[in-house]
């Protein structure tokens, strides 16, 4: 495990996640509350980046596609795949994959980047 540069501070503004591809791996970090959280990038649900629409909402990151939420603070479920419930297909498709938890990656500061250990 080593930490890399991940994204310059100045892109990143409070509650606005961002991908960040590092290697094989794709991330999502987001400055929330002073906090840099950086999160395994694709949604657990069915992989959309969460850097891409992805929502701040109490201190979790809700995916935009079937809203499928996870804490920011240890990666765990909140709510799996609840949208849309009329038709109710969001809870139909949230049962086409097992439900997991978010995982996490710990974060610093440094020379102007936000580094990630990986
Ligand atoms: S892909 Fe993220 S909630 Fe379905």
């Not at 990143?12 to 990038?41: C, F, N, Q, S, W």
Request: with cysteine.
């Amino acid at each position: 495990m080593q930490w890399k540069n991940a994204i310059r501070l100045s892109k990143l503004k409070p509650d606005k996640p961002r991908m960040v591809i590092l290697g094989l791996k794709t991330l999502m970090i987001v400055h929330h509350e002073g906090k840099y959280h950086a999160t395994e990038g694709l949604c657990r649900h069915m992989r959309w980046p969460l850097g891409i629409g992805g929502k701040v909402v109490d201190g979790c990151i809700r995916c935009p596609l079937h809203q499928t939420t996870h804490c920011l603070d240890d990666g765990s479920l909140v709510e799996w795949s609840p949208f849309p419930l009329f038709p109710p297909y969001g809870r139909a498709v949230g049962k086409l994959s097992k439900k997991k938890d978010l995982p996490l990656y710990e974060t610093r500061v440094k020379d102007d980047y936000v580094q990630i250990r990986i």
